[in-house]
């Protein structure tokens, strides 16, 4: 049995019951939390539930098996159903308990509620936010290296806000550089599964923010998440090292918002050539790029640097609900782009969405099109949801009836969606393919039933046409109690250190 000191940290990952394979990247921002505290001479747990059906009895296992009194959850909205089964079972078991919350849908509803506030306005995000104070101990929105150990300390505000692009508490692009790389070794890394190439592979962040003003995206109404914030090339480098070095991977998925915003972008890839010669050993890569921006230069080099996969968000292929989005990018750009990446040999996955102001079957079918005239080597299609922090959510107007409507600026095309209690509804753009989507909004001319049923029909219909492969579901582990003894949580949950083990 484990005992730690009773100021003990516990961070947590929460399933994501809603993905069709829980396990292929991990949460890293928490895992950034986890190396900071480390450096700082402190020894956090990390609760790793992803993928685990029955996460509250390994909650309720961890509990009589330690003495630990605060915790630190990270939460995607989607994820909060479940956030709130593990604080039901903390609460439970051990009263007193501090508990934290950040990530995501922390840092984007607490914007959007400043913006409610702003404008005198009690909305959507205001209520989440309240409702947020009363479950959790402390808030922290934004980034959270900093603002840890303020959250951590006993007289810490209610909410923590490393928001503001002026606030002291957000890293710098300098310090983003010079902060700890995630702590990797506090998961079983290698129970998550995810290849390039057929090469085991891992994600990796090189950049931070989006300048951006796409109309469905979480984070580009708040200034953190705007900011473009790079990391060296340097720090990258010696991230792939280690992680190399540690793992053996020589696959990075780098889930950088765009690879080709970074004005250092050559040199990265100049670097990550340098690496493979030191190295000995070719390495695979993917991410994503805008597809204005994309050029023959940076297919070339993005080739010769062992990237064979581009990904982007292309969206829609009607020039209509382009506009709509605020995407920048036409459908010609997008065109290009499919066809620059393939003439360099690069792969394309076309990021697909339903379900925008002004969505209807016409536009549907002008995505088809353009799917079959440009065939992409894959393709995800999901259904946009209005997240707190995005412009679809946050500049919608409430209607009498309840419902909440977004006008687009060019058109005047609508888009219709609810408030949403996040603790008991999960809302995802991508989920399941087997009955794992719902749509929260509707347009003029789609039910949210009839997105479904389009989403549905057009991923079918594509897939057969392109003859793409469809995705495979992974099921969730079930963990096992071990005949009634505590505090044994497997390895892919808890990783022990040996050093710590005290009795
Ligand atoms: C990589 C990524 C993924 C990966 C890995 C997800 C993961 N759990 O990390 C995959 C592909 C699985 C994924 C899936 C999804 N994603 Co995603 N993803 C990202 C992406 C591109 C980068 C995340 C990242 O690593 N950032 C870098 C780290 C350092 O930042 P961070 O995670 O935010 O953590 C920092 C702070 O939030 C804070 N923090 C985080 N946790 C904690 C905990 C404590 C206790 C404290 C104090 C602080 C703290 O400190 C960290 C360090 O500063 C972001 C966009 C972005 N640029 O952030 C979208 C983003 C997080 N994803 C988003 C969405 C919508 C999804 C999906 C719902 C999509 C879907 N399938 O429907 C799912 C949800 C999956 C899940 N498990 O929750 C939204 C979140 C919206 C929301 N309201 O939650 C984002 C912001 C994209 C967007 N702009 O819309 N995603």
Redesign the pocket.
Known sequence: MRFREPDSLC?IIPP?VF?LDER??P????L??AAVLEEAGQRPDLLDLSGISNYRSAVRDYLLANDCRTF???A????MPQVMGIVATIRELRPGAKI??????V??THTAAKKELKRAVNGRATAVLRGLEEDFDVL?A????K??FV?LQDDAPAIVDAVELHSPLILSREQFSASPFPARHLIDLSSYRYEIDGEPST?I?GQ??CPFSCGF???RESPC?RMVRIRSTGSIIREITSVYDRYGYTGFMF?D?ELNVNPRFPDLLDELINLQVRIGRPFHFRGFVKAELFTDRQASAMYHAGFRWILSGFETGSVRILKNINKRATREENSRCVAIAREHGLKVKALMSLGHPGESRETVGESRSWLLETKPDDVDI?IITP???SSYHDRAVRLPEGEWVYTAADTGDRLYSRAIDYGSTAV????DPDDGYRAHVRTDFLTSADIVACRSELESEIRSRLSLPCPSNAASLHYEHSMGQSGELPQHILKSDPVEMVA
């Not at 949460?27 to 928490?30: A, C, D, E, H, M």
């Not at 934290?100 to 849908?105: A, D, E």
């Open positions: 961070l994501s993905l292929v990247f949460s890293l921002g928490i950034k939390i630190g959850i990270t995607s909205t989607p994820q934290i919350l950040g990530g995501p849908h840092t984007l922290v934004g980034d959270g290296e603002a840890i959250a994600s962040v931070l923010g995206c979480g984070g998440l889930y918002d999901t997240y707190p922090g995802y753009y991508k989920g």
